[in-house]
């Protein structure tokens, strides 16, 4: 008989909004709740499939934020699996290592909480039916820097063995390295499954011994986690074949809008070209709520326009998101360049200004410098999980300098030109 379960990790339930641009108190509320949501739709999903348990590959919360609040919600959900018969096996991630009540939670007794020492739990399978056993190993501490590959139990003889691992394998892109190790070594470890988690994009290497699965994150928290999000369903048949489906758990999808207003000199038609690309947007993204950041970009007469009244636009948008239905802006970014001169300002001393701040501002040691200790100085001041807004290393945050200051410019050139000719 066949053995199923479902595999997601990274939930970070309640986790702190990361992302200043969401001041919309209904944006804000329905992103805060976003996590939850996801996860009742999980357990649901549990439920509905009838699946023999529940596996999850770490960082059910989020660090040092979690409460009571948030541990009793999740205890809660468990149980309704232990109602209904369906095991869960978890193990704790680099951000359940840093919450303060992730060993004082009661869990139901069909929940098993691998420890900091390496566990193997043979499944009770009825005569004649193929043998399951699952092994985990949570995190102690917030950081592992070496592999933990190693310190599992080899794999039982004549067995389908399920490792289940917070890793971030060989590293990747807005990840540091936990508990690093490669495919190769797992595909060499004798274990027919590998439920991983930490890597927040969907992932999944397969051959005709091993399933190394990444399910990614379940619920999106910013346009930096945009995409569908969803977990794995997974079906062991008699012959140990393996069935991996994905199935779509988001209540929030984070997207960007990328629209070209080039030729367009109509405050209402570009209204329009936004608004219709918006609705075909929203038709391809099947989460309950679509959640867009607009990216103008191209030539237009309308440009300095654009980036003066930027948060008219953004209302309008808002207003056409509604109509549309469950669509929402995160944001509206202007990156377009002015129709006619190259420097797009009409007269000589605002052409004058723009060359001197190109040439002069721009690249000046000292601008740059003042630029760097007013973002070090606010990023200072930001709770530890939202400082990645100002990049996650020393290029990254340079890099969103030069962003800044060019942005700025354009815009105190916008204003100027836009007065200039009332």
């Not at 479902?6 to 986790?15: E, G, K, N």
């Not at 939850?36 to 040092?64: H, K, Q, T």
């Not at 590998?194 to 910013?222: F, T, Y």
């Amino acid at each position: 008989m066949t053995y199923r379960f479902l595999h997601t990790a990274d939930i970070h339930l309640d986790s702190p909004l990361r992302t200043l641009a969401l001041r919309n108190p209904e944006l804000s509320e329905l992103i805060g709740l976003a996590t939850r949501r996801a996860f009742v739709r999980i357990i649901d999903l549990c439920l509905e499939e009838r699946v023999d348990a529940l596996v999850l590959a770490g960082d059910l919360y989020d660090g040092d934020q979690t409460s009571m609040k948030t541990a009793r919600f999740l205890a809660e959900q468990l149980r309704r699996l232990h109602e209904a018969g369906i095991r869960t096996f978890l193990i704790r991630g680099n951000h359940d290592a840093l919450s303060k009540i992730t060993t004082e939670l009661v869990m139901p007794d069909s929940v098993k909480v691998f420890g900091a020492v390496a566990e193997v739990v043979a499944i009770n399978r009825a005569p004649g039916e193929f043998p399951v056993a699952i092994h985990g190993l949570s995190f102690a501490k917030p950081h592992a820097p070496e592999s933990l590959l190693r310190h599992y139990a080899i794999p039982l003889p004549d067995t389908v063995n399920i490792g289940v691992m917070h890793t971030s394998l060989g590293g990747s892109e807005k990840h540091d390295p936990y508990a690093p190790c490669s495919v190769a070594d797992l595909q060499q470890s004798g274990f027919r499954y590998w439920a991983l988690g930490h890597i927040h994009k969907r992932s999944i290497v397969e051959d005709p011994s091993s399933a190394i699965v990444m399910p990614g994150m379940p619920q999106g928290r910013d346009i930096n986690e945009d995409g569908p999000k969803s977990i794995s369903l997974v079906t062991i048949r008699d012959d140990r074949s393996i069935d991996i489906e994905e199935r779509q758990t988001c209540v929030a999808q984070f997207e960007r809008l990328v629209v070209n207003v080039t030729g367009v000199n109509e405050w209402k038609d570009l209204v329009e070209r936004i608004n219709v690309e918006l609705e075909r947007m929203r038709g391809t993204v099947s989460a309950d709520h679509l959640v867009a950041r607009i990216h103008l970009t191209g030539t237009s007469v309308l440009s300095w326009r654009m980036r003066r009244d930027a948060d008219l636009l953004r209302t309008e948008m808002e207003t056409r998101g509604s109509i549309i239905g469950k669509t929402w802006i995160d944001k509206v970014q202007v990156a377009t360049s002015p129709a006619g001169d190259a420097d797009g300002v009409s007269s000589d001393a605002l052409a004058e200004l723009a060359t001197i701040i190109k040439q002069e501002v721009d690249g000046s040691t000292g601008y740059r410098a003042e630029l760097r200790e007013i973002a070090e100085e606010l990023r200072g001041q930001l709770p530890s999980e939202l400082r990645d807004i100002f990049g996650a290393d020393r290029d990254a945050f340079e890099n969103m300098l030069t962003n800044f200051g060019r942005e700025g410019s354009a815009s105190v050139l916008a204003r100027l030109r836009t007065r200039e000719a009332e």
